[in-house]
């Protein structure tokens, strides 16, 4: 791996298509809603075919060749602050996100939605996935759900995860339907919940796999008292 060299360039920014937009959207609507966005400032490093992004919040590598958006949202009616991150293949519907909430967007989270713990929260963003597939496709049907517990990020944080599996969950530009994957992954760091997820059709998700285990192996989160 080459030595660190300040990119150049900004981090890729656009808009997928309008299914992965649409879903975008979803995954991040108990956010969006009643939020309002707050500019965030981040620094790239290019380390090879990886950009080294890192802020306040958190250092992630992410590949080069993907888009990628980040921004800071804040509940102005509670209180508390939410870091959000989303990167998309350009050519593949395939996308990671990542939110770190500060310590009274976590307590928040917890309570509005009735969730008791972490195993919770990534069946109930599985299950949001799901019923997102079905509006597309009434027909759509689960092929299989899997619960469990890994190590996520390179403190190797204790996460619980959700892993589902939907028949024809998703359709192509030609009509064709395709199966569906998503893996959500819920830890906390301290005071923060950080909420993980990769999704795609099948395929797209299989051929970037590798892409996920190195950004979730790679993420270091930092302390986040959303300032």
């Excluded at 597309?136 to 599996?165: D, F, M, Q």
Aim: glycine share 6%.
């Amino acid at each position: 791996m080459s030595h660190h060299e300040l990119c150049d360039q900004p981090l890729k920014l656009g808009l997928p298509r309008l299914p992965l937009l649409i879903f975008l959207l979803l995954i991040c609507g108990s956010l969006i809603l009643g939020f309002s966005i707050i500019h965030f400032t981040v620094a790239a490093n290019k380390r090879g075919d990886y950009l080294s992004l890192n802020n306040d919040v958190l250092s992630v590598n992410l590949p080069i060749n993907w888009f990628a958006l980040t921004w800071e949202s804040s509940n102005r009616s509670f209180g508390g602050k939410v870091f959000s991150l989303i990167i998309f293949h350009p050519n593949k519907f395939s996308a990671i996100s990542i939110q770190v909430y500060d310590k009274v967007a976590t307590e928040r989270f917890f309570i509005e939605r009735n969730l008791s713990d972490l195993a919770a929260i990534s069946y109930w963003d599985v299950q949001r996935f799901f019923n997102w597939t079905l509006e597309k496709n009434e027909n759509a049907s689960v092929i299989s759900i899997v619960n469990g517990t890994a190590h996520a990020g390179a403190s190797e944080n204790i996460a619980r995860y959700s892993r589902i599996l939907i028949r024809n969950g998703f359709k192509s530009s030609d009509g064709k339907y395709y199966n569906m994957s998503c893996i959500v992954l819920s830890f906390m760091n301290k005071d923060n919940l950080v909420r993980i997820a990769f999704w795609g059709k099948q395929e797209d998700y299989e051929d970037t796999y590798e892409v996920f285990q190195r950004i979730l192996s790679d993420l270091v989160v930092k302390g986040y008292e959303g300032k």
